[in-house]
């Protein structure tokens, strides 16, 4: 499904990393124990070192699990925001029109290209504003 995120799955919108929790004991060489909130209950407790950071205190960094609304199944959804852009790919038969979107909790060097018209059938609120802004057209070139 398009759009709901989880945990563990890498995607170009996962996030890397959620905290900062506090490590409450050391549990052999490599593993540690975190302190989770309760919305993360059904998480274990223990993680290896490898899947830790240490946290930097950059504040603009550190996602809040309250701001995304972590659901039961342990995913989130992400919610456009904003179209930046708007480019037309020629292709040899057709044109292919997509939409620069940032989406919510995002930098906007974080943005992602995705389908016009896949966007204007799920989030039409998007492009009632009327202006898209556009950059012109980008060619694609084949050879055979």
Request: some cysteine.
């Amino acid at each position: 499904m398009k759009g709901v995120m989880r945990f563990g799955k890498k995607g170009k919108l996962s996030p890397r990393y959620i905290g900062p929790y506090r490590i409450s004991k050391r549990i052999g060489n490599v593993a540690y124990e975190l302190k989770l909130p309760q919305e993360l209950a059904v998480v274990h407790l223990v993680f290896h070192f490898s899947m830790l950071k240490k946290c930097m205190g950059d504040p603009s960094l550190i996602i809040l699990t309250e701001d995304i609304s972590i659901k039961d199944t342990l995913s989130y959804e992400e919610i456009p925001v904003q179209i930046l852009d708007r480019q037309v790919c020629k292709l040899r038969t057709k044109e292919v029109a997509s939409v620069k979107v940032l989406w919510r909790n995002q930098f906007v060097e974080e943005a992602t290209s995705e389908a016009e018209e896949d966007m204007k059938m799920t989030y039409p609120h998007l492009f009632e504003t009327g202006e898209i802004p556009n950059q012109g057209t980008n060619s694609l070139l084949s050879t055979l």
